[in-house]
């Protein structure tokens, strides 16, 4: 006779043991309007909004206004290069193979409210983002108000008129406190696929109950 369904105790015992995993959004190509209202990303449940009702409860990122201006909510703490008080601290384009942990150096917020909001990001610096170049965001945040830490990376492009931009893709650690590194073009390239095999599997076992 086949059994179908684990007892509880072996699934804990799978659980306690699976290994550490990147958890990527797969490709999104999101495009960023040129308006105030600009359009808003959980990192960790990959919703899309425009107005999410619980931006002070959840992990949004809003690189509004054509990418002048990127804030996110206090549950999610980009790296930034620069701390230039009153909030308005320089969100850093990252290089690949930069490690994101503890150690790294996260925005505090506006006047300590956790609110975060970068308008220096662009420019010459290689720590800033060009127009018309695809660069990365890294992060600390939290899924829910209180909940464990975790770290992730967004791709994100400005366009070369500066008028609108495209957030790529994301992805994260799926261990809290395990550090997360900013990801070589090849490195994406095994994310994607271990995505779609992921979807393939999950799509053959639907099927194959019915």
Avoid: K
Avoid at 84 to 96: K, T, V
Avoid at 147 to 169: C, E, K, Q
Avoid at 172 to 177: A, C, D, M, S
């Amino acid at each position: 006779m086949r059994h179908f369904f684990l007892t509880p105790l072996i699934l804990m015992l799978l659980a306690a043991t699976a290994p550490a995993a990147v958890i990527y959004s797969g490709p999104q190509n999101i495009a960023i309007p040129f308006d105030l209202d600009g359009v808003y990303v959980n990192v960790f449940t990959n919703a899309v909004s425009y107005a999410p009702g619980d931006y002070d409860t959840a992990p949004w990122i809003n690189p509004f206004y054509g990418g002048a201006c990127i804030a996110t909510s206090p549950l999610i703490r980009p790296v930034v290069t620069t701390m230039l008080g009153e909030g308005d601290d320089r969100i850093a384009n990252l290089s690949y193979g930069t490690i994101v942990n503890h150690l790294s150096t996260f925005t505090v917020g506006f006047a300590g409210s956790g609110y975060n909001v970068s308008e220096t990001h662009v420019g010459p610096a290689l720590s800033q983002f060009q127009l018309g170049t695809q660069g990365y965001i890294a992060y600390e945040f939290e899924p829910t108000v209180g909940g464990p830490s975790y770290f992730g990376v967004m791709r994100i492009t400005i366009a070369n008129d500066g008028l609108n931009a495209i957030i790529h893709d994301w992805s994260y650690e799926n261990i809290p406190g395990m550090a997360a590194a900013v990801p070589e073009p090849s490195r994406l390239l095994l994310l994607l696929a271990g995505s779609l095999t992921f979807t393939s599997r999950r799509r053959w076992a639907v099927t194959a109950v019915h």
